[in-house]
């Protein structure tokens, strides 16, 4: 069965420090790949997708993600973080035919 | 552009009561989907719709029933809630497109049931 893990539960961070959140999945073939956000008291929003290409991927609001086939991973990072980043964080796996599978999320907070 | 809606956004049950759950989407998506979200478990499918006229099992489909109306509109049943289906409801949406499906959420539906 897929599964997406993401090791992170909780992170706490000061303003300006640096993201990296952890996303790691079990299948091994062709696989697309989404981290979403969600904001308190607010919906899941796509901060950024993979399908093809470029394994690095720029995302909305300076966050970025890196594919790496090998490690089965796909981290998200943000250099600097803002208190307005304080959400949860998704990662989410599909492939072709399968629904998607989603992480168990990582909630993060920013402190001003 | 509304995206995707639901409604209503909170409900309280008691235990063996019904309720419906509604969403609707204004992209022309061919495929709608219904999650729930627990502390600690991402969010799990409990049921979607390929296409329209179409339903399938996701991953946690028990005590829940739904309907394709149309393609705008998806729906989701709970004949008799029990306190374990307290969560929250998302929505979603997307093309379909076999490759680069996307899917959108709605706000959510947050469920207590007592």
């Known amino acids: 069965a897929q599964s997406v893990s993401q090791h992170n539960h909780h992170v706490i961070l000061s303003e300006a420090a640096s993201l990296e959140l952890g996303c790691n999945y079990s299948?091994?073939?062709?696989?697309?790949l989404f981290w979403y956000v969600q904001y308190p008291g607010q919906h899941l929003q796509l901060l950024l997708k993979y399908f093809s290409g470029d394994p690095l991927v720029k995302g909305i609001k300076g966050f970025e993600a890196e594919f790496i086939k090998s490690k089965f991973s796909f981290n998200l990072r943000k250099p600097s973080v803002q208190w307005s980043d304080t959400a949860e964080y998704f990662c989410?796996?599909?492939?072709?035919?399968?629904?998607?599978?989603f992480g168990g999320g990582t909630r993060l907070m920013v402190k001003p | 552009n509304a995206g995707v809606t639901q409604t209503p956004k909170f409900q309280v049950l008691k235990t063996g009561q019904s309720m419906t759950l509604q969403c609707a989407q204004d992209m022309n998506h061919n495929s709608m989907y219904w999650y729930r979200q627990d502390p600690g478990m991402g969010l799990r499918l409990i049921y979607y719709s390929a296409s329209e006229g179409t339903t399938d099992k996701g991953e946690v489909p028990n005590g829940y029933n739904v309907s394709r109306l149309n393609k705008r509109e998806f729906s989701l049943r709970l004949e008799s809630a029990a306190p374990s289906q307290t969560s929250v409801y998302f929505c979603a949406s997307s093309d379909g497109a076999m490759m680069t499906d996307t899917q959108y959420f709605g706000p959510g539906t947050r469920l207590t049931v007592l």
């Open positions: 989410a796996v599909k492939r072709a035919g399968n629904m998607l599978t």
């Open positions: 299948y091994g073939g062709t696989v697309n």
